[in-house]
């Protein structure tokens, strides 16, 4: 076999491959008469079957009544059977066969409440209420993916039990009572949502967090008993700005759930619980010989209002 016969030769199989390949990319509608019809499916309802044909993906829509149709081979080889029951039938279509609705970024704000404490190597630190107030946006990367960006204010600390101690430079004795330590931040969230169902009402997320310091402040009431008995007491406020450095950073996680508002399903109320754990020690402090720690911990439950940014979602 001479050169330019192998080529010939090699071309025709690619040509056969090619169009065994093009020819297996569609949709088979088989009617009970024995007829077959190469479709590209568009949808099921009760009482009709609607598809375009191959041959004419921008053509029109053409209908057959689903009495006239035995079965259905779709491109992936996906098959319903007319000649089931209709409940087998109808189920096999909300699983298979019903394309996904297009989903569009979303712009929401929402609200949190919950709890927040530092951990490391502070002692007595107990937990008090932490609130957040932000903005969200998300980003569709699959069906049932979606990029979360989010910025937050955030009010985190901890509460410290009662402490009596006595002061070594002058031996009087503090009683410190109501303490706590409110820290403000600027909180900016990334994390992948993962959907739960094709509807997408439930989500399971993961990402990471950072948050940049705007105010830390240390409240409560003293009361101070020198040597001789006399007794100050009263409230105090110490800022720790310089205490504390001026970004955390850690990882977030969490559950959630979106409930459509409207009778179209544009708007979502959207709920949640999201844990967060720092990774980094936010003291600014040197104490020799000491290497001393303190980190983020908190979770919050969200409730908020996601709006599409197209018409549908």
């Not at 298979?96 to 502070?122: R, V």
């Not at 403000?184 to 094709?198: A, Q, S, T």
Request: aromatic content about 10%.
């Amino acid at each position: 076999m001479g050169i330019a016969m192998k080529t010939r030769f090699t071309f025709l199989i690619l040509i056969l491959l090619l169009t065994a390949t093009a020819a297996g990319a569609q949709d088979i509608i088989f009617k009970r008469t024995g007829k077959e019809i190469q479709a590209i499916v568009v949808d099921i309802s009760p009482g009709v079957v609607k598809y375009k044909k191959f041959d004419n993906k921008n053509g029109p829509v053409f209908s057959i009544a689903r009495e006239q149709v035995e079965k259905i081979i779709y491109e992936n080889g996906k098959t319903i059977d007319f000649t089931k029951p209709e409940r087998d039938i109808e189920e096999h279509e909300q699983e298979n066969i019903l394309p996904p609705e297009k989903t569009s970024p979303t712009l929401g704000w929402h609200l949190g409440i919950g709890a927040s404490n530092l951990y490391g190597d502070i002692e007595g630190s107990k937990m008090q209420t932490a609130s957040a107030i932000g903005v969200s946006f998300t980003l569709p990367v699959g069906r049932k993916n979606t990029l979360l960006f989010e910025a937050d204010i955030l009010s985190l600390g901890c509460t410290f039990e009662d402490m009596d101690y006595i002061d070594h430079r002058d031996s009087s004795r503090v009683v410190i009572t109501n303490a706590s330590e409110d820290l403000g931040y600027i909180g900016l969230v990334v994390m992948d949502r993962y959907f739960l169902n094709e509807k997408r009402n439930y989500f399971l997320e993961g990402g990471i967090y950072g948050s940049f310091l705007m105010d830390a402040t240390m409240l409560g009431d003293a009361e101070i008993t020198d040597t001789t008995g006399m007794i100050i007491s009263g409230s105090f406020e110490d800022k720790l700005l310089d205490f504390y450095s001026s970004f955390d950073f850690g990882l977030a996680g969490g559950i959630g759930g979106r409930i459509p508002i409207d009778k179209n399903g544009k708007w979502h109320i959207s709920a949640g619980a999201r844990f967060y754990y720092g990774l980094v020690n936010i003291t600014n402090i040197d104490i020799p010989g000491l290497d001393y720690k303190e980190s983020n911990i908190y979770g919050l439950i969200f409730v908020g209002v996601d709006i599409p940014t197209r018409s549908k979602q």
